[in-house]
């Protein structure tokens, strides 16, 4: 028998597969040496978005689970 292939423990954390098969990851510099940030800059932050094309079949590998 053949092993079953392990997702990627710290991926599945970071990154989300959406409806239409997108990956959703959120957003870097978020986590300290926030006070020279603005608040602008520190809300866009917050949101999340779509992983970019070169990087999506790469971390979809990862996510086999998924």
Do not use: E, Q, W
């Not at 602008?40 to 079949?57: C, G, M, V, Y």
């Not at 590998?61 to 998924?66: A, D, E, I, P, R």
Request: aromatic share 4%; hydrophobic share 30%; proline share 0%.
């Amino acid at each position: 028998m053949g092993k079953k292939m392990k997702s990627h423990r710290g991926a599945m954390k970071r990154f989300k597969i959406t409806g239409t098969g997108k990956v959703k990851r959120y957003k870097a510099y978020k986590s300290h040496i926030l006070t020279k940030k603005t608040a602008k800059r520190k809300r866009n932050l917050r949101k999340s978005t779509i992983l970019s094309s070169a990087d999506h079949k790469r971390i979809k590998s990862v996510l086999v689970g998924k």
